[in-house]
Every structure is written in C-alpha cells, then in structure tokens.
C-alpha cells in the first residue's frame, strides 16, 4: 500500500474495510468484533474479515488474550447431583449394604475401588470391605472437594485431583480468546473520505445491459494485490511428519510391526499384568464395543497369564514369579473386545509370535481412549510403540533412545523423572518443553516386568516404550492444540490465508 503525505485515500480498501476502519476511529476504547458488528449491523463474519485485512494493511491493531476455564462436563454435572461412584460405593460399605449389579456401573465400580484403594479406604483382597483405621466416613474425599470448586468457579482447585476428574470425563478445561481492535497510527491518518459512496467492485454483463454503472465510483484497482498460489498435492503434513519419524527408527535398526486397532482385553490389559479391577479399564478410558465377540487368546498362554495375575507358579515350574494381584483370575474378561487403548498391545503379539531374542521392534498405529478434547487430549492418539531386549538392556539403554529420536528431530531439552506403569519396572517419563503448554509428558517407558515377560518364556531384559507422537508432533511442528493435527482446511495445509 502507497502511503502519500497528503492523507489521501489509499487505493486498496474497499467500502466494508473503509466503514470498520471509521467505526475504529470513533471509539475511544479498543472495541470487540462484536460491538462493531452490533454498530454496523453487519455479519461478524463479514467484520472479521474487514479486521484481518486492516491488519495485514497495518491499518488495525489486536490485542488477544487467551483464558483458561474450568467446566463440570454434562457427566460431571450428573454425577453432582448423585455423588461421585467412591462416595456411594464407601457409603455401601459403611452401611454393611451387599454390593448388587445395580448399585453401580462397571465403569463407574472399576473407577470407585480405584479411588478408595488409593485414599487408604479398602481393605485388601476380597470382598471388598473397609479397612479398620480407614479414615472417618463422613470426611469429604478430595475428588468431591474438587468437584464441587469446578462447579462453583472457584480458583483454588487440586492441580492433581482435577487431572484425575479429567481423565475419567467429569471435568474439562475450556480455551477462549477474546480480542479487542483499535486503529493503528497509519490507521488514524489516512482520510475516508467517501467511505459512505456506493462504490463498483467488479462490473459484471448484467450491469453492463442495464447501464447502472453509469455515473458511479469505481472502487480502484490494486495490480499489487496478492493472488492465491496454487500447489501440487502433497502428504498431510502430520503423516509426513511420522514417515519421517518411522525413518529415523529404522535408521537405529528397529523393525516396523502392526497390530489390529480392535484387540481384546488379553492382548490390550491381562498379557500386560494390568489387572482386572484396575480403573484404566473402566470406560473413562478404555471403549469397549457391544455386539461383537473377541477370539480367545490361545489356551497355554492364557493359563501362564492367569497364574501370574493370582500369584502361583507358572505351569511346569515350582517357584510364583510374583504375589500377582490377590484375587481371582476371570477367562470371561480376557476375551472382551476393545478398541485398543495403547500400542503395547502390538508389542505383546510381538513378543508371543517372536520369543526368542534379540528383539528390536516399533509400531506407530492410532489408539482410543475416551477423553475429555482439549489442547493436550483427543480421543484417537497416534503412539509409537518399541521394544528392545537382549542381554545386557538396562534403563540406561532406554533414555539413550529417547534422546536420540529427540535430537533427530531437533528437540535438545528434555527432562527424566521415575515413574509407574503396572507392566514396567523401573519405570521413567520423558518430558519435552513446549512454548505455550509447558513441559509435555512425550517418553514414557521402562523395563518390562518378570510377570509379563515370564509367561510368554522370554529371560533377557526388554525395554518397551509408548511414544506420545502426537505431542511430540506438535512440539516439531510448532502447534498449540493436538486438534491442528487433524486439519483439513486446504488453505492452511497448503500454506495460504489462515
């Protein structure tokens, strides 16, 4: 745009820009989309483009800002109403109450006996009864608490407890922007003189017939203009992303593995000596599917699992390798069909169709767990599932992988704590900073357990990992929500207008 010393008036805005731009000057205060839409009685939409165009002339400035809300989800509020699941179940207890199939749902139970195991409630092994010394009954568990400070839009909530409220679909974190537009220097000195003329845009052969033009402005024509560039097909830019990726562990020389995305509760949960009862499982995060029967798994290997899962020893030996889970192993559960909910599953048909070592194995599939959308969630994931064992593997081995595939990337900070998975032990996370989300849990992983690596004959140590790709996706890539990987707006993909 031409800025000439007179003021006068440039030759590239057109008569919705000028009549935003004019209502700007008007106002004393910075004013929202909405305002000077509701003052024109204009579309917003048509306003929002008018603004985006004044900002690009550096007509318009923006001031964004970006908050953060905390919402009860529509279970959430019903669950209010009722009591959360730990609460009516403990109040079962208390009152000496036969737990019955209709008191409360299988998800609901998994994710109660959970909680109360974990606030020190639950005596241990079957049936469930309280433990003596149990805190008093009548104290508010800190998942109430918290429940009710979202509902009441209190600041002071447990960081923890929410993330827990949030992974079971109680509560969620709601992200809006609110902009605020003011003219800008050049904005305020250039003249509009004759922002209200019916100006011609584009002569069409109608007006041309009707010789309507005739006496009226012409809107100038901009030969500088920018005009759409037109591109080949070319991959999205999310799976070019994990080709590459792919590339860089095949580069280290691990082979690529698949597995099924509809897998059973064996292959997803049991092989992995997670137990039955185990919160994970309920449908805060695993989706089960109805009306569908999954495939036993086979019969020896399923008998070597159970006798890990109840602590007794593996058929044909003598010593347990572990005090397994303390309770009953159920076959009915192992063939219930899921959606798989992490790539370990193809890790443990590794496993079982390869068992002899040396094992250098990854997998990079989609998964599904039912999850609150926000920037950090969604409910498909992509993981990059891996496997490495022979003698000598140590955790050592593990972090030395995870800082390789990040500096292949580019990514040169990263930070490793210990942790806890049920199938590995140690356990560590990798974290990576992100700009705007902060550090992101990404490398997760740790060496295999003897109660899962025992059943299916293997004795070398394995390390195994679950890559969170997706994230580490959006730190490459320079994104703000998870979501932007799904894109599928062309302009964007290929580069133009945003």
Known sequence: MSEDPDGSTPTDLSDPERAVLLR????????????????????????????????????????????AHRRLTPR????????????????????GTPLT???????????????????????????????????????????????RAVADESESVDPEVFSRLERRGLVRVEHASFKRWSPSKEGRRISLEGAETDRIGA?????????????????????????????????????AWLEEFEDVLIGLGFQQAEGPLIETEFWNSDLLFMPQDHPARSIHDVLYLEQLEGKPPPARLAARVAAVHEGRALPGERRAIGPGWGGAYDPRIASHPVLRSQTTAVSGRFLAAN?????????????FR????????????????????????????????????????????????????PFTEPSIEGYVRHPRLGWLEIFPGGMFRP????????????????????????????LNDVRELFDDDLRRLEGGAT
């Not at 005596?123 to 109430?144: N, S, W």
Request: with cysteine.
């Open 24 to 67: 700007l000057r008007e106002c004393e205060n910075p004013s929202t989309e909405e305002e000077i839409a509701e003052k024109l009685a204009t579309p917003i939409e048509s306003v929002r483009g008018s603004l985006q165009r004044l900002r690009s002339k550096h007509l318009a400035l923006v001031e964004e800002e970006h908050r």
């Open 76 to 95: 959430g509020r019903a669950t209010l109403d009722v009591g959360l699941p730990e609460r009516r179940l403990l109040d079962l207890l208390a009152a």
């Open 101 to 147: 199939e209709g008191d409360l749902q299988p998800e609901e139970r998994s994710a109660a006996i959970g909680v109360l195991r974990r606030r020190g409630y639950l005596a241990d092994g079957a049936p469930f009864r309280l433990r003596p010394g149990a805190p008093p009954r009548e104290t508010a568990l800190p998942e109430e608490a918290t429940l």
């Open 203 to 239: 002569l069409t052969s109608e007006m041309m017939r009707a010789r309507n033009w005739e006496g009226r402005v012409f809107r100038p024509y901009d030969v500088r203009a920018p005009v759409s560039y037109l591109t080949g097909p070319r991959p999205h830019p999310y799976v």
């Open 355 to 367: 068992p002899k070592p040396p094992f250098r194995m990854f997998s990079i599939d989609r998964n």
């Open 370 to 421: 039912f999850e609150a959308l926000d920037a950090r969630h969604h409910i498909e994931f992509t993981q990059c599932e891996g496997i490495l064992g022979e003698e000598g593997i140590s955790i050592r081995h593990l972090v030395g992988i995870f800082q390789a595939c990040a500096e292949a990337i580019g990514i040169r900070e990263m930070k490793i704590r210990p942790s806890y998975f």
């Open 451 to 478: 109660e899962v690596l025992g059943p299916l004959g293997i004795d070398v140590p394995v390390a195994a990992w679950g890559i969170g790709i997706a994230r580490l996706a959006m730190v490459a890539l320079g």
